[in-house]
């Protein structure tokens, strides 16, 4: 969508930066109140913003000298004939720009364990342990160290490990790597357990699955890559690293709205582990901008609009926005739909050391309205039910299920994905997107899909995991995110699904 002419307007959106001129379906529709409010908050915040990185700073330049009062819209209308007004595809972030990116933050050569979940159970050092990120050294700690000691056997694995990936030797690099998980597996992780915490333990686990992430990346094999993310995450859910490699092997895979999501939660976890470079910040958010351009030019059954929210949205403002939508989308108006439930953030308006980032609200737009009705009846429920059985006692059928997954199932999942990919929280279940896996993961096991609801079960214990970290939670939450994981975990190790949590939720 075109810029807004006013130059002060303009002016207070190139000072913050904040609102991706790629994604300028974020215009205030909502009365010049809100607009006057919108922007006051823009330059509040923009005087906190500091002078972003060289290398960012060109991509910027790139992006708005290819978007500037041009359209962004949807890559498929560009095909449209007679319109004298043609638009123009989404600006791209270069591929350069994301291999450098990925080379400096998710292949960066570690040689250090996190041991960030809790101080060491006991410490014979005056010196205050270290909690940084990098902290420890994984080949052995000082004499003195509050940190635990590493086994022998284990050093010398990883070691081998490091030695064969930094001679590019990748495949070798795994099966060491694979044989220290192994190690740890059987107990030899630190040299005595009694002086660790079991935390600890996981951390040196974590940063091993996270080795072999990068290892099967190098080696082209994302999926293998995929799975040994999601333990990284479910083991060490804090380290921004372990999210942002798993958001790497969902580019690899070519699922931008999941690579998205993960790349969000990488950016709020550096934060939140009190990370201070500027430069890494910003290489995280724009990382996270090119994944949702990806999502929505690849995208051919919806499209979307972002409003920025200021004050309450009643049903009239909500019919106001449609309207709107109607307008600029004219070929996604079978069913139009308004994300009632927690507000939206964007790439580069989630400054969280500072003031709050500006909240969006989500519209999306369907071709198919058997689809955007769906979405729309399942938003109304406490909790995400993955099915639309009539009968909820009555299991489906083998072929009602491949029926269910043809013309529904795979269609609406894309959706749920990118709905998730600028949410981070939703305020009517912490769970709800783990449970909305778990259900997803069901539904690949009637369809006798193995491989693919271990994975999908393995993504929503890693979603259970960070939950915490994203949000408050309530004992009832709390209780209910023990026992999905507990169930999760039985399902994984081939035990009965029968009486999981949320079949019981479905039931209810």
């Given at each position: 969508q075109q810029m807004r002419s006013s130059k002060e307007s303009y002016v207070a959106a190139n000072k913050l930066n904040d609102i991706p001129e790629a994604l300028q379906e974020v215009k205030n529709h909502l009365g010049e109140g809100a607009a006057d409010n919108t922007m006051e908050r823009i330059k509040k915040t923009g005087k906190k913003k500091k002078k972003q990185s060289n290398d960012i700073d060109k991509a910027s330049r790139k992006r708005k000298s290819e978007s500037h009062e041009k359209l962004a819209v949807k890559k498929e209308t560009i095909l449209e004939t007679g319109n004298p007004l043609i638009p123009t595809p989404l600006s791209h972030i270069p591929l350069k720009i994301l291999t450098d990116i990925e080379t400096e933050l998710v292949y960066t050569d570690e040689e250090n364990i996190s041991f960030e979940f809790a101080e060491p159970a006991v410490s014979t050092s005056t010196q205050p342990a270290r909690r940084d990120?990098?902290?420890?050294?994984?080949?052995?700690?000082?004499a003195g160290s509050a940190l635990p000691?590493?086994?022998?056997?284990?050093?010398?694995?990883?070691?081998?490990?490091?030695?064969?990936y930094r001679q590019k030797n990748y495949a070798a690099a795994a099966e060491q790597f694979s044989t220290a998980l192994e190690l740890c597996s059987k107990g030899a992780a630190i040299d005595n357990a009694f002086e660790s915490s079991p935390e600890d333990i996981s951390s040196i686990a974590s940063f091993i699955e996270t080795k072999l992430v990068t290892c099967y990346l190098k080696l082209k094999k994302p999926d293998d890559a995929l799975n040994h993310s999601y333990r990284s995450i479910i083991l060490n859910?804090?380290?921004?690293?372990?999210?942002?490699?798993?958001?790497?092997?969902?580019?690899?895979?070519?699922?931008?709205?999941?690579?998205?999501?993960?790349?969000?939660?990488?950016?709020?976890?550096?934060?939140?582990?009190?990370?201070t470079e500027q430069h890494i910040s910003k290489l995280i958010k724009l990382y996270w901008q090119a994944m949702i351009e990806e999502a929505i030019t690849r995208e051919v059954s919806f499209s979307v609009m972002y409003t920025p929210f200021v004050t309450e949205v009643n049903a009239d403002k909500i019919n106001k926005i449609k309207d709107i939508f109607a307008k600029k989308h004219p070929d996604y108006v079978e069913h139009i739909y308004t994300d009632p439930h927690g507000l939206h953030i964007l790439p580069q308006t989630a400054?969280?050391?500072?003031?709050?980032?500006?909240?969006?609200?989500?519209?999306?737009g369907f071709r198919n309205k058997h689809i955007g009705k769906i979405l729309e009846r399942w938003s109304s429920r406490k909790l995400p039910v993955f099915s639309e059985r009539?009968?909820?006692?009555?299991?489906?059928?083998?072929?009602?299920?491949?029926?269910?997954?043809?013309?529904?199932?795979?269609?609406?999942?894309?959706?749920m994905d990118f709905i998730r990919s600028t949410k981070l929280t939703d305020n009517l279940c912490a769970c709800s997107r783990?449970?909305?896996?778990?259900?997803?993961?069901?539904?690949?096991?009637?369809?006798?899909r193995v491989e693919e609801q271990s994975q999908v079960i393995n993504q929503a214990m890693a979603e259970l995991a960070t939950v915490p970290y994203l949000q408050d939670i309530?004992?009832?939450?709390a209780e209910l995110l023990q026992s999905l994981m507990a169930d999760a975990m039985d399902t994984l190790e081939g035990r009965s699904d029968k009486g999981r949590v949320w079949n019981k939720i479905q039931k209810v």
């Open positions: 990120s990098e902290a420890a050294d994984a080949l052995g700690t000082p000691q590493i086994d022998r056997r284990l050093q010398t694995t990883l070691r081998e490990a490091s030695a064969c859910p804090t380290y921004f690293r372990n999210h942002l490699r798993q958001a790497a092997a969902f580019r690899c895979l070519e699922r931008y709205s999941e690579a998205a999501r993960s790349t969000m939660i990488a950016d709020y976890m550096y934060w939140l582990t009190r990370g400054e969280w050391p500072s003031l709050p980032p500006q909240k969006y609200l989500l519209t999306l009539k009968a909820p006692f009555s299991p489906l059928t083998r072929e009602e299920t491949k029926r269910y997954w043809d013309y529904t199932g795979k269609k609406i999942v894309p959706v783990g449970i909305e896996k778990l259900h997803y993961a069901s539904l690949l096991g009637r369809l006798q309530s004992q009832q939450d």
